[in-house]
């Protein structure tokens, strides 16, 4: 480990990156951007500038300390880590820096000393065992060969030559598969025992041959990664994985055969466009249970290289969800005051869940190229209290969770925050909420359970309370009631049991509005209304749960206990002869907008008309003038109407490649044909995925109760 490796340290630990520059912590963030740039000078001024406004500040006393250090200026780099010490005797990574600066000046006993005490400090701290074992091994070897015999001198009129103090590795990165040199490819160094998601100590880059150079490599036990935008990180094992470097040593002829292949890769920078080392980018999938919604399910991911670059391999062919998430970066600085942080950005350039976007993953070897600038904000403690509703008591032990008024939400890194009740007083604190609307629930191990709106600004929320009831186990499926497992027992998928035909009932809390209907049909077929399944999707509710009407023969249908919130509309189950033609409450439509729950005035009945009047389509799918059987054929309505699902309309063709669609809402549209894919089976619902495609459809007008023919050319996967 060497001053560099601890700036790496420092950069995944606790400073963020690329603030404007107009406040002491601006300063900071700044210069250690700067500082990873490898800019000595700029990030010397900005440090300065900042330790100006803000003298006894520890974190700008040892940023100025890593540039002088990696400038070469060690005894001034040595008084700025003594200072950021003393203005924080607890800030462990200064000790750590102070004790590097001391090894490197060969004062052993003094290094070890500040070793020792930032063991002391977190002692189950990777970065920091490793360096204080070290040190304690130095120091034995030091005292087991202080007896030996000098060495001998050099012959009179010669000067011996002193050991150049760093080694080299020197090298080729090639294609594994065809022997081809990798042109732009990281390479990069790490101290051996450090856990993989460590900072690199030492980096170069492949030339236009492939070859790499990394010097000034201090004595010590390395791995050799590789890895970029189009490479997968991986580990150098062809001889052996641990390279030995001493004074002098180098390294050479290394010839790193890499295995290609991202499907999605790029780099994620600051607002500024500055690279951002160790950021998780990884994918999720799009919800099975919800159309347009995000799953709980996440695939591979990858962390940023120093170069702020990543590669997501292992995906085939498919529709993905990509976030970039700095969530595990929010300690206090020496001060105990925090910064802004990265929130989790979703592509392609938005915090908020409700506008990600889907990212495209072509068939064959191409890789996706996406690049993500992550957005800043700076979150506030959400603290409050539990109590049992019946007692009036503390609830000591009950688990917390914080998570998105959204339906596109089931489980999204950085928008979902835990805590667990510790005192017998039952308060608790949840630090690091970003800017939005959330639902804070609670639940412990006896089945006590409640929720709370939280709307969090630019300031601490400090007046939480929560009040637990009995949940109605003959509703809930409460198999995972140990407070181990919290997705399950609040997860959508995991709470209700798929036996409770009204979820309403089900809930322990009363004060939700009912809400009543009616859907009337045209005469001319018969529908069976006890058949018809009518859901509301929550959008912005309190409640994270899809509520379904309680039918009845007649057509009447009610809605219990519903939370405030916005919910959208959703109804399946009648012929394919009808179509959903509106769904009234009062005098608004509420199919495209929604319907907010509570409203200003008392509910009025929500009326579903299905119309009979609908137009219809019949054509043939072709590829190259020949009919194409088996192809998924879709029909999505034009803006404003896109958000609409219930004007979505599709259909396989058959071995001749014909279709036919019945029962089409009037109105103006675009169709398409496809091959069927795997995401078909998954998020074949999803308003989102079935409209990727529509711009290379064919416009059609749906007229009331008229037929028109189309043919179809199948669209490629691109």
């Not at 690049?371 to 509703?389: A, D, E, M, Q, T």
């Not at 009062?586 to 729950?597: E, F, Q, R």
Request: hydrophobic share 35%; charged share 25%; net charge neutral.
């Amino acid at each position: 480990m060497n001053v560099k490796s601890l700036l790496q340290l420092l950069l995944a630990s606790n400073l963020v990156l690329g603030i404007p520059q107009n406040k002491p912590q601006d300063r900071l963030s700044r210069g250690t951007t700067l500082l990873q740039q490898n800019k000595l000078e700029e990030a010397i001024a900005e440090f300065r500038e900042a330790m100006k406004d803000s003298p006894d500040s520890a974190d700008a006393h040892r940023g100025l300390g890593d540039a002088l250090a990696n400038k070469g200026s060690k005894d001034e780099a040595l008084m700025e880590f003594r200072e950021a010490t003393q203005a924080g005797p607890r800030y462990m990574y200064a000790r750590l820096n102070l004790g590097e600066t001391l090894r490197a000046k060969r004062d052993r006993e003094a290094a070890f000393a500040e070793y020792e005490t930032a063991y002391k400090l977190a002692p189950s701290e990777s970065t920091v065992v490793a360096n204080y074992e070290r040190m304690k091994m130095e120091l034995q070897r030091t005292t087991v060969t202080a007896g030996m015999a000098p060495t001998q001198n050099p012959p009179p009129g010669r000067q011996q030559s002193p050991p150049s103090e760093y080694g080299s590795i020197e090298g080729t990165v090639l294609n594994s598969t065809t022997g081809e040199p990798l042109p732009g490819v990281p390479v990069w160094i790490r101290s051996q025992g450090l856990p993989r998601n460590a900072a690199p100590d030492y980096s170069a880059r492949t030339d236009a041959r492939g070859h790499f150079v990394i010097e000034k490599i201090p004595s010590g036990q390395y791995v050799l990664r590789a890895g970029g935008v189009r490479v997968p990180e991986q580990a150098y094992t062809e001889r052996g994985q641990i390279f030995y470097i001493s004074h002098g040593n180098r390294i050479g002829d290394v010839v790193f055969r890499v295995k290609p292949g991202c499907a999605i890769g790029g780099t994620v920078s600051d607002e500024d466009g500055h690279p951002i080392y160790g950021i998780r980018v990884g994918i999720s999938q799009p919800s099975l249970a919800f159309p347009g919604g995000i799953s709980e399910k996440f695939g591979p991911g990858a962390e940023t290289n120093l170069f702020g670059e990543y590669c997501i391999g292992n995906l085939g062919a498919g529709h993905h969800y990509l976030y970039a998430d700095d969530s595990g970066r929010w300690p206090p600085t020496a001060d105990g005051k925090p910064l802004d942080k990265y929130v989790a950005t979703y592509y392609p350039g938005t915090i908020d869940v409700r506008q990600a976007v889907l990212v495209h993953v072509p068939s064959g070897q191409g890789t996706a190229t996406i690049n993500l600038k992550l957005i800043r904000s700076r979150g506030v403690v959400v603290s409050g209290r539990v109590v049992s509703k019946s007692t009036g008591k503390p609830v000591q032990g009950a688990v917390l969770e914080v998570r998105p008024r959204t339906f596109r939400f089931q489980g999204w890194p950085s928008q979902m925050f835990e805590a667990r009740v510790k005192n017998e007083a039952g308060t608790f604190e949840i630090p690091g909420v970003p800017p939005g609307s959330f639902t804070i629930m609670a639940m412990d191990d006896k089945g006590m359970w409640g929720f709370a709106p939280v709307d969090v600004k630019d300031r601490d929320v400090d007046d939480v309370s929560l009040l637990l009831e009995r949940l109605d186990i003959a509703c809930l499926n409460l198999k995972g009631m140990d407070g181990g497992k919290l997705l399950e027992i609040f997860g959508i998928a995991g709470l209700i049991n798929p036996q409770a035909t009204d979820i309403g009932k089900c809930m322990p809390f009363r004060g939700g509005k009912d809400l009543g209907g009616h859907v009337r049909a045209d005469p001319g077929v018969k529908i069976d209304f006890a058949k018809l399944e009518i859901q509301l999707l929550p959008e912005t509710a309190l409640l994270p749960f899809t509520y379904g009407a309680e039918m009845k023969a007649d057509g009447t249908f009610v809605f219990h206990n519903l939370f405030e919130g916005g919910y959208r509309l959703h109804v399946q189950g009648f012929p394919e002869e009808f179509y959903p033609k509106s769904a009234r409450l009062g005098d608004v439509d509420v199919y495209g907008p929604g319907l907010n729950i509570p409203q200003p005035k008392p509910l009025r009945t929500l009326e579903i008309e299905l119309a009979l009047d609908g137009g219809r389509i019949d054509g043939t799918v072709v590829k190259d003038h020949k009919p194409v059987p088996a192809a998924l054929v879709v029909l999505v309505p034009d803006p404003p109407n896109r958000d609409r699902d219930n004007l979505y309309s599709k259909i396989t063709s058959n071995k001749e490649g014909k279709f036919s669609m019945i029962g089409l809402a009037p109105g103006d549209f675009r169709i398409y044909a496809r091959a069927v894919s795997a995401d078909d089976q998954l998020i074949g619902n999803n308003p989102e995925y079935l409209q990727l495609y529509a711009d290379r459809g064919k416009p059609v007008h749906i007229q009331p109760r008229k037929t028109q023919s189309v043919q179809l050319e199948l669209v490629g996967d691109n």
